[in-house]
C-alpha cells in the first residue's frame, strides 16, 4: 500500500466516524450492541479504546454491568480493546505514512532507547494506555518505540482490564 492510499484510508476512517457521531448513529449501534451479550461487550472493548468512540462505549460497557458481573465486562471489554489497540499498534510500526514516520524519527524518542531512561517511554504510554486519554497516543509511542508486540498485548490487556473494572465496578455499586 503506498503512502497516498495509507492516507485514504485513515481519513476515509475518521470522515466515517465523524459522521456516525453527528448523526448520533454510533451511539445508536453501540446501544444495540447491548444486545448481543458477551459479543456486544467485546464490540464494546473495541470501541472503548478509541478517541471517538470512547464515550459510547464505556456507557454500553456500564449497561452491561445490570446482567454481568463487572469482572466478566472488564476481561472481556479489556480482551476487546486490547485486539483494538493491537490494530493500532501494528498499524503505527508497520504501516505508518512515511511522512509521520519521519517526524517520528526526527524527535527524540527514538534515541532515549539508548539511555538510561529507556523506560520513560513505555512508563508514559502505559499511563496514558490506562487512564481515560485515547489509547492512540499511548499505542503510537510504543509503536513507534518497537515495543515487542507480546508484551505490549500484554501490557494493554492489563492496563485496560484495570481501567474497566474500576469504571464498571464503580457503577455496579451505585
Known amino acids: 500500500m503506498d503512502n497516498f492510499q495509507k492516507w485514504v484510508v485513515f481519513l476515509g476512517i475518521i470522515a466515517i466516524t465523524a459522521i456516525l457521531i453527528a448523526t448520533g448513529k454510533l451511539h445508536e449501534i453501540i446501544i444495540i450492541?447491548?444486545?448481543?451479550?458477551?459479543?456486544g461487550i467485546l464490540i464494546?472493548?473495541?470501541?472503548?479504546g478509541y478517541w471517538f468512540t470512547a464515550v459510547p462505549a464505556?456507557?454500553?460497557?456500564?449497561?452491561?454491568?445490570?446482567?454481568?458481573?463487572?469482572?466478566?465486562v472488564a476481561l472481556i471489554g479489556a480482551t476487546g480493546t486490547m485486539v483494538g489497540d493491537l490494530i493500532l499498534f501494528n498499524f503505527f510500526k508497520n504501516q505508518l505514512p512515511d511522512e509521520i514516520e519521519g517526524m517520528f524519527h526526527k524527535s527524540k524518542i527514538k534515541k532515549l532507547r539508548k539511555t538510561k531512561f529507556y523506560w520513560l517511554v513505555p512508563a508514559i504510554a502505559g499511563f496514558i494506555?490506562?487512564?481515560?486519554?485515547?489509547?492512540?497516543i499511548g499505542v503510537s509511542l510504543l509503536a513507534v518505540y518497537k515495543f515487542n508486540t507480546n508484551k505490549f498485548m500484554l501490557l494493554s490487556f492489563?492496563?485496560?482490564?484495570?481501567?474497566?473494572?474500576?469504571?464498571?465496578?464503580?457503577?455496579?455499586?451505585l
Open 58 to 72: 464505556t456507557a454500553s460497557l456500564i449497561y452491561f454491568t445490570e446482567t454481568y458481573n463487572p469482572i466478566i
Open 158 to 173: 492489563i492496563l485496560n482490564f484495570i481501567g474497566i473494572l474500576i469504571i464498571t465496578g464503580i457503577a455496579w455499586l
Open 129 to 136: 494506555i490506562a487512564s481515560p486519554l485515547p489509547d492512540e
Open 44 to 48: 464494546s472493548g473495541v470501541l472503548f
Open 33 to 39: 450492541s447491548g444486545n448481543f451479550g458477551v459479543i
